[in-house]
């Protein structure tokens, strides 16, 4: 959505007006100086917008100011004059290192600020909902702890506007201008700033501009593409998730976790090393964290957790995008459910699925809440169905046994003789079981016999033991 490019040179034409400084008119055309002007400026107009937001006081409030009845919205800023937000026109009136800060760049904090504002809101509202800890509201950005930044709208090519100098490299120009009350010493109004930036690739169209003094990087913000829309595929599937594969579909289809042993191996021994330094600082009678030896392994590890983190997220949003994309309709396993199961079978059910000892449970909520959030966008319905006795029973004949399970991967059925992937028959019970659920097949109707739970198998002779040896098919090759 965003391509980021690295700032090389800043140059200033023209003089800029800073702003009354103690009392006196400042000027500058430094370019390190106006850049961070320009972000200083920013970041203020971003927390003179952040002040008006309103949160409920806390208990004692009402001990502190005395007279008021029950809780209230006290705005951020803590003060009464806060409760309306003020115009730039007026922002730039009061605040004279405001006054010379370009249109583009002295607008664009009011959108920025609610999109983050309300995106917590949202954020906050589903995670109470879920029953998960709200996060804290974001606050007011300080200097010391966010970035040195600043935004810039393009507004159809009024500013911020980039040009090719070279095979490798452009220049993005915002101007500026100065309060007509003021005149800067070359008697110019106008002023201008251009961020000299190295490219690799073309320029796509964008809405705005991100400087970021802090990181010495530009970034182009595009437009947001419209999302394809979705065409029906008419398959209805089921997803097993387990040990040996992550996640198998009804249709035969692995898709197994990267491995990730190496960055673990990186992060342990990097984690080793910290521990070893401790020891060491503190035989030596000093403080490890001073030591540069110890930040550097702190560092290794911090890298190496990132792209654990980065690696997994990347193939859980390309996994279940794969998954939305081919089913419409798709049962998985209700997963508090699944824990339930795992209790009443205590030892045995968590040997034979054993999911927690290779997924954490953190990174199997992490694939569903992607998967959820991704079949809400996309019209695709989920179904979710009770694990118990799903790799158990016997996808054609229904039947139902412990002893069905030849080895982890192998299901032989004890009854009929039917042999597939384990995780193959699982998935092909779930999509059963979320089809009986969602109404589209009747428990007899499925492509087994029976309920889950019932265990009554087909007389020989029958219809149904008829269907169930046509279903026998050989197990599908792996696909990887
Ligand atoms: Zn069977």
């Known amino acids: 959505v965003a391509q980021q490019v690295k700032i090389g040179r800043v140059r200033v034409h023209g003089s800029v007006f800073l702003g009354e400084i103690e009392g006196v008119d400042t000027w500058s055309s430094n370019p390190d100086t106006v850049a961070a002007w320009m972000a ?21 409030y009402f001990d502190q100011v005395g007279n008021v009845d029950g809780r209230i919205l006290v705005p951020l800023g803590n003060r009464i004059t806060d409760i309306t937000d003020i115009t730039d026109k007026q922002a730039r009136l009061e605040h004279s290192h405001l006054a010379a800060l370009p249109a583009m760049v002295l607008q664009s904090p009011e959108k920025l600020e609610s999109k983050e504002w309300f995106s ?15 996060w804290q509201m974001p606050g007011f950005r300080s200097r010391a702890r966010s970035d040195q930044t600043f935004t810039c709208w393009f507004n159809n090519g009024k500013t911020a506007n980039y040009q090719r100098t070279g095979r490798r490299s452009g220049v993005v120009v915002i101007a500026g201008q100065n309060p007509a009350s003021k005149f800067g010493p070359a008697g110019k109004a106008r002023w201008r700033i251009v961020f000299h930036v190295r490219v690799s690739e073309n ?99 911090a890298a190496a957790s990132a792209k654990i983190a980065r690696v997994r997220a990347d193939w859980q949003h390309k996994t279940t995008a794969a998954l939305v994309r081919d089913y419409d ?54 179904v979710a169905v009770n694990p118990a006795y799903t790799s158990q029973r016997c996808n054609p004949c229904g039947h ?81």
């Open 203 to 301: 320029i796509r169209p964008y809405t705005s501009v991100q400087v970021n003094l802090t990181t010495g990087t530009l970034t182009f913000v595009n437009p947001p593409t419209p999302r394809a829309i979705r065409t029906k595929t008419g398959a209805l599937g089921g997803i097993d998730l387990g040990v040996a594969h992550t996640v198998t579909t009804s249709d035969g289809v692995f898709f197994d976790q990267p491995d990730m042993t190496k960055l673990e191996v990186t992060r342990k021994r990097a984690q080793r090393r910290m521990a070893k330094s401790r020891l060491v600082a503190a035989s030596e009678h000093r403080n490890f964290w001073e030591s540069n030896r110890y930040q550097a392994r702190k560092a290794e590890a």
């Open 329 to 382: 309709i798709l049962g998985a396993e209700n997963l508090n459910v699944r824990n339930m199961t795992r209790k009443s079978h205590g030892k045995n059910g968590a040997q034979k699925r054993g999911l927690n000892r290779s997924l954490a449970g953190a990174a199997l909520a992490a694939l569903v809440s992607k998967l959820t959030y991704k079949v809400a966008m996309n019209d695709v319905t989920v």
């Open 120 to 134: 917590a809101t949202k954020r906050r509202a589903t995670n109470l909902q879920a029953r998960r800890p709200a």
């Open 400 to 480: 139902i046994g412990k002893g069905n399970r030849e080895s982890q991967a192998v299901f032989l059925c004890r009854e009929c003789g039917h042999a597939d992937n384990a995780d193959i028959n699982a998935a092909r019970n779930i999509r059963d079981d979320a089809l009986v659920i969602a109404g589209i097949a009747d428990a007899v109707n499925r492509s087994g016999q029976g309920l889950a739970r019932s265990q009554n198998k087909p007389k020989p002779g029958s219809p149904g033991a008829a269907q169930a040896k046509k279903r026998e098919l050989p197990p599908i090759a792996e696909r990887r």
């Open 40 to 60: 200083d400026g920013w970041r203020f107009r971003f927390n003179q917008h952040r002040s008006t937001r309103k949160l409920w006081s806390p208990a004692d």
